[in-house]
């Protein structure tokens, strides 16, 4: 469907111009820690774990809807890693209690293994979901990892191709998305932050392998973002040289893309999803704060950041975010810099007349 038409049959949502969000994960204290540490250990039932995680997610909207953001989130206290939480609960997959590997800096996953063409024989995020949603009047988001993350930060089965690979993870995720829709949800947002991570180098095979790449990330994505044009389709990219694989996401049904940006000094890539559809422009949150830091930028930098991107954006496109998930963060940490952010995009309100 076009994207004016896609547009309209989502201006219910009834957002503001500068919609505020985050981009899904919110702290993972000790305590949210160590309640999977006792249910591992059997210390907790699990009915009373599950009874945990609802208050986290009740307490965590609250919090979201008294800091002023417009679209929510339910924190994903309950996830591990955003792979090896669905992996756990996919047929095809399996995970490992000690198989860790270093992802950034100190921190370190358990990455799955793919073993077969995975699938799902019960929702895997509607329950947490509706506990967010039962809790307030704003849209809160589902939140999926996307096929193609899932896959390049797993250990893969030797000697199948990109393509088929991707093209098998995106039917279990389009399948949830799918339980998300029926569920009643009308944003939902699909993380594909590794896109870029396995993209093939310049070797001599390059021209060959890059093909495969890109029609199995072509086929994925379209799969699973193809939905009800009421169903604002989100997904989220951070950290990487993004210039060639923008075009990758040309066939994908994404209405709005949360992209780091605040370690960035060229927006040139920023440019590039913004002119992506001949139907019309992609709604892109340029991230306005660095997660991996504990400090705030402060209101006047994160406006001078959206003045930025003004200069070739149209104000009903532009979201205002942070450039990844929080869950590193600290609850008072988060807290001024959000309280931050949600000021500049004010300051653009009462400025954009909107």
Known sequence: MPRPERKSAQADLDLPRYPTTTTGSLPQTSDVRGLRVKL????????????????????????????????????????????????????GFHTTRNGWVLSYGSRCVRAPILAAPPSISEP???????????????????????????????????????????????????????????????????????????WPLPTEDAPRLREIYARGVRAALNHVFNQPASVQM?????????????????????DVASIEFSRSKDDSYIRQFYALFDDGHLQIGPGVFDVHSPHTPGPSVMTERLHGFRTFMERADLWVNPDCGLKTRRWDEIERQLGDMVAAARAMRSEGGG
Not at 130 to 154: C, E, F, H, Y
Not at 235 to 248: N, R
């Open 124 to 198: 895997m995020t509607v329950d947490e979901w509706r506990i967010a949603q039962d809790a307030t009047d704003k849209p809160v988001k589902g939140m999926l990892t996307g096929p193609v993350t899932i896959v390049n930060w797993s250990f893969r089965p030797p000697g199948v191709p990109d393509d088929r690979l991707f093209w098998a993870v995106a039917q279990p995720i389009a399948d949830e998305v799918r339980h998300l829709v029926e569920a009643g949800a009308r944003v939902v947002q699909v993380d594909e932050p590794a896109v870029r991570e396995r």
């Open 234 to 254: 989100h997904t989220h990219m951070c950290y990487g040289d993004f210039g060639d694989i923008v075009p990758l996401w040309s066939d994908a049904g994404v």
């Open 40 to 91: 591992g250990r059997g210390e907790i039932e699990r009915d009373a774990y599950d009874a945990a995680i609802a208050g986290l997610i009740t307490d965590s909207v609250g919090w979201q809807e008294r800091m002023g953001l417009d679209v929510l989130v339910h924190g994903e206290f309950e996830r591990t890693d955003m792979v090896e939480y669905f992996a756990e609960q996919m047929d």
